[in-house]
């Protein structure tokens, strides 16, 4: 099997209602889509994401380098092409947009090579259980408490027993009253996850954290500046919460990094920014090392699919409004029943995207 060609696309799909956390608030997903044709007939489909900007670049990226220099590729050989097509993008950018970029084609080829195997890509790449928890999670900053309630109470309905919340609040006080409404809607014996979006300074997350213990949160997300190695170490080390990060960490030396330095509690790489499956497993693996767990962040069809194939993976995560079938843009709906994600079992990723539908949202450009 060889790849005879490639065609990319970028679309512009206008949420429903803003999201807001403590450093941005997004109106506008980007999905930008890759796909790869065979001299067998075959398609593998990949695809990566941002949240309202860059979106065309990646797609004429891909276009004008990846998706030529991905020509001639045995998607039986992966691991090969994937240091190929990084070396292509390594002068470019060590991350950013051209590795968002190669994330899309590292997910088509995998497409690919599980589709040539006859197998789902979670029992390709080692079949580790049948199916991954999931929790909810919702960029809520914005939302107000009664709101912020209705929508953990919806969660609850769908059967999750963890949930993730935004703090990160100008006042604290208010992320307080937030986080002690909420623990009281879902009770004591559920995980309750919160997320600062890489708000504070190291003195100032550690007071924040103090002030959210009699709430007893699970994790604490990105409390400082995702490259701030020195500050999250030492914030572990005083804090009794446990620290969760990785979404803005796009290379596999940086997660050993934090790992080697005791600066990380659970780990959260995004298989589309980190450069594919490819890396994304090296990293799952690193932190199994460490005896760290890996929770992906975001990309519920595919992140559920690699925590079905790894031994020690945690939670997936399951963003209100942010799945590509709440997005529309999917031909068969994948989500998630009773807070669990079970991956689809046909050969390949299993995620059929609906290309009519998306392309009312396709950009120019």
Same mark, same amino acid.
């Given at each position: 099997m060889?790849v005879t060609?490639? %065609?990319a696309?970028?679309?512009r799909i206008k949420?429903r209602?803003p999201?807001?956390?403590?450093?941005? +608030?997004? =109106?506008?997903f980007e999905l930008? =889509?890759?796909?790869l044709?065979?001299?067998?007939g075959q398609?593998g489909?990949g695809?990566t994401? =941002?949240v309202?900007?860059g979106?065309?670049?990646?797609?004429a990226?891909l276009?004008?380098d990846l998706l030529?220099?991905?020509v001639?590729a045995?998607p039986?050989?992966v691991?090969?092409?994937w240091?190929?097509l990084?070396? =292509?993008?390594r002068?470019?950018?060590p991350g950013?947009l051209?590795?968002l970029?190669?994330?899309?084609v590292?997910v088509a080829?995998?497409d690919?090579?599980?589709?040539a195997?006859? %197998?789902?890509l979670?029992?390709?790449?080692?079949g580790?259980?049948d199916?991954?928890?999931?929790?909810g999670?919702?960029?809520?900053l914005n939302?107000?408490i009664p709101?912020?309630?209705?929508?953990f109470r919806?969660?609850?309905?769908?059967?999750?027993?963890a949930f993730?919340?935004?703090?990160?609040?100008d006042?604290?006080s208010t992320?307080l009253?937030r986080?002690?409404?909420?623990?009281?809607?879902?009770g004591?014996?559920?995980?309750l996850?919160?997320?600062?979006?890489?708000?504070?300074?190291?003195?100032?997350?550690?007071r924040r954290?103090r002030?959210f %213990?009699?709430?007893?949160?699970y994790?604490?997300e %990105?409390?400082?500046p995702?490259?701030?190695?020195a500050?999250?170490a030492?914030?572990?080390?005083?804090?009794?919460?446990?620290?969760?990060l990785?979404?803005n960490?796009?290379?596999?030396?940086a997660f050993?990094?934090?790992?080697?330095r005791?600066? +990380?509690d659970v780990?959260?790489p995004?298989v589309?920014?980190?450069g594919?499956?490819t890396?994304f497993l090296k990293?799952a693996?690193?932190?199994?090392?460490?005896g760290a767990p890996t929770?992906p962040?975001?990309?519920l069809e595919?992140?559920g699919t690699l925590?079905?194939a790894?031994?020690?993976?945690s939670?997936?995560e399951?963003?209100?409004?942010g799945t590509?079938g709440?997005l529309g843009?999917l031909a068969?709906?994948i989500r998630?029943?009773?807070?669990?994600?079970?991956?689809?079992p046909?050969?390949?990723?299993? +995620?059929?995207?609906?290309?009519?539908?998306?392309?009312?949202?396709?950009a120019?450009?």
């Amino acid at each position: 099997m060889t790849v005879t060609r490639g %065609e990319a696309a970028c679309y512009r799909i206008k949420l429903r209602e803003p999201w807001q956390s403590a450093s941005h +608030v997004i =109106t506008t997903f980007e999905l930008i =889509t890759a796909r790869l044709w065979t001299d067998t007939g075959q398609e593998g489909v990949g695809w990566t994401f =941002t949240v309202g900007a860059g979106g065309t670049a990646i797609a004429a990226f891909l276009t004008d380098d990846l998706l030529p220099a991905a020509v001639g590729a045995d998607p039986a050989l992966v691991e090969r092409t994937w240091q190929r097509l990084h070396g =292509t993008v390594r002068d470019a950018a060590p991350g950013g947009l051209a590795l968002l970029g190669l994330s899309a084609v590292d997910v088509a080829l995998w497409d690919l090579k599980a589709q040539a195997a006859g %197998e789902p890509l979670y029992r390709l790449l080692g079949g580790s259980r049948d199916r991954a928890e999931a929790y909810g999670s919702g960029i809520n900053l914005n939302l107000s408490i009664p709101d912020l309630l209705a929508q953990f109470r919806r969660w609850k309905t769908r059967g999750f027993r963890a949930f993730k919340m935004k703090v990160g609040s100008d006042d604290p006080s208010t992320d307080l009253e937030r986080v002690r409404a909420v623990r009281e809607e879902i009770g004591p014996g559920a995980l309750l996850m919160l997320d600062a979006n890489q708000k504070w300074t190291a003195a100032e997350a550690l007071r924040r954290i103090r002030g959210f %213990e009699p709430y007893d949160p699970y994790w604490i997300e %990105e409390p400082l500046p995702a490259d701030d190695v020195a500050g999250h170490a030492w914030l572990r080390a005083q804090a009794r919460c446990r620290i969760a990060l990785g979404e803005n960490l796009f290379a596999v030396a940086a997660f050993n990094e934090f790992l080697r330095r005791d600066a +990380v509690d659970v780990v959260q790489p995004d298989v589309l920014r980190v450069g594919g499956i490819t890396p994304f497993l090296k990293i799952a693996h690193l932190a199994e090392s460490y005896g760290a767990p890996t929770a992906p962040h975001l990309v519920l069809e595919l992140s559920g699919t690699l925590c079905c194939a790894i031994g020690h993976a945690s939670m997936i995560e399951d963003l209100d409004g942010g799945t590509l079938g709440e997005l529309g843009a999917l031909a068969e709906p994948i989500r998630t029943e009773q807070g669990y994600f079970t991956p689809p079992p046909r050969p390949g990723h299993g +995620v059929r995207f609906d290309w009519d539908a998306l392309a009312r949202w396709r950009a120019r450009g």
